[in-house]
């Protein structure tokens, strides 16, 4: 028994498509395999003390098998800090093995069963969460040193109040930031950003030596309300993520410039990137504008 | 209120919008629910029900409906060749 992966498994456990059979095969493969607890969904939402037991008492995968996430809407909901998680049409793209997963009429019922495919999937899927580090671990090097003192101007509408850094960062139209030092590019999202999300519940960073183009994803971000791609001011390969938001997302929320960050890139080249970036100047405007365009909830 | 831009590149030629394929689209309308920005319209009682009604309204580069969608039914330009095209436009602009 390998210890290191016991989690705690809340699949989605979806009854309606493929996916949501093959995120309980895994939970099932898992519990034999490594001991680890499954949390059954449904019964979560009617009687939590168990399974929030559960979940404090090992690290948490959560398993959504599609794009809706209803096991990541559940863990939010349940305010549960998520160690790992995957989707499985996601995995089944990535793994190019093709799932049953035609939800219109008549051929509903007979996607229903988990098939060779589903089983073959759940069985890759098991599989890589139990191998070892990556090879990638071997790219990822020390992250860039804290910026010096920032100054900040502010925007407030009503009682929000909206930072931006005066100096030292570029800011995208999408709202993202990078901080550059020689070749190397830290990326976070801008204060209008996070507030726009609200609370932050995951950060799903990309791998490790990833080349990444310009407006390319960098990750994805996931809150209570919506699950965001983050998009890639400049291009580079992926040096470093920032490790803590996998215990402490909420670092995006409370210093989103600093401890907050995302990613650390080795630029390909700024100079080109530079021509489809803003600075504190450009930026400060556009984001008032989209203030006040906004309701912030 | 000014016309639509983004970087300086009016959106009206920036063509980044979802594109949904009807083959796979099941109508459960979670696109719908999580755009704020009303780039999809629903049309009861007709078909197709789902439609891109306001496709300058997508924030460029923002692909976040997709994610939403449980059959991978939204796909959307490819970001190098819009990209390009932002900046082509930009060129045009700056020589005008």
């Not at chain 1, 705690?8 to 059979?21: E, I, R, S, Y």
């Not at chain 1, 010096?148 to 139209?173: H, N, V």
Request: glycine share 6%; hydrophobic share 40%; proline share 5%.
């Amino acid at each position: 028994m390998n210890s290191r992966n016991t989690y705690a498994v809340l699949p989605c456990n979806g009854m309606d498509k493929a996916a949501g059979a093959v995120t309980r095969q895994i939970a099932l493969d898992l519990s034999v395999q490594t001991g680890s607890e499954i949390i059954c969904p449904v019964l979560y939402r009617v009687a939590d003390a168990r399974y929030n037991r559960i979940a404090q008492e090992h690290p948490l995968l959560v398993l959504d098998g599609c794009g809706t996430r209803c096991a990541s809407k559940l863990a939010v909901e349940k305010g549960l800090k998520v160690a790992k998680k995957l989707t499985v049409t996601e995995e089944a793209k990535k793994n190019a093995i093709p799932l049953a997963d035609s939800l219109r009429g008549a051929e509903l019922a007979a996607s229903l069963r988990l098939d060779e495919a589903g089983l073959s999937l759940a069985k890759t899927i098991v599989a890589d969460l139990l191998k070892a580090e990556g090879p990638e671990a071997a790219d990822h090097q020390a992250p860039m040193a804290a910026p010096a003192q920032l100054e900040y101007e502010t925007y407030q509408k009503d009682k929000f109040i909206f930072r931006l850094p005066k100096t030292g960062f570029f800011f995208s139209e999408n709202d993202f930031w990078v901080l550059v030092s020689g070749n190397r590019a830290r990326v976070g999202m801008t204060d209008f950003l996070q507030q726009s999300l609200s609370d932050i519940a995951f950060f799903n960073p990309p791998a490790v030596g990833a080349a990444i183009e310009q407006f390319g994803e960098l990750g994805t971000i996931e809150s209570a309300k919506a699950v965001l791609e983050v998009v890639s001011p400049v291009a580079g390969k992926v040096v470093a993520v920032n490790e803590a938001l996998a215990t402490s997302p909420e670092l995006i929320n409370q210093s989103p410039y600093e401890q907050g960050w995302l990613v650390e890139l080795e630029m390909d080249d700024l100079e080109t990137d530079r021509e489809l970036l803003l600075d504190f100047a450009g930026y400060f405007p556009i984001m008032k504008r989209k203030v006040d365009e906004f309701q912030v909830k | 209120m000014s016309e639509p831009t983004f970087m300086g590149v009016p959106r009206d030629r920036i063509d980044w919008c979802p594109r949904i394929d009807y083959a796979k689209c099941n109508d459960c309308m979670e696109c719908v629910k999580f755009c704020p920005h009303r780039v999809f319209e629903v049309r009861e009682n007709e078909t197709p029900k789902l439609i891109v009604k306001n496709p300058e309204n997508c924030v460029v580069f923002c692909r976040a409906c997709a994610k939403t969608c449980g059959v991978d039914a939204l796909s959307f330009p490819d970001k190098n060749e819009t990209t390009s095209r932002i900046k082509q436009i930009r060129k045009e602009k700056a020589g005008q």
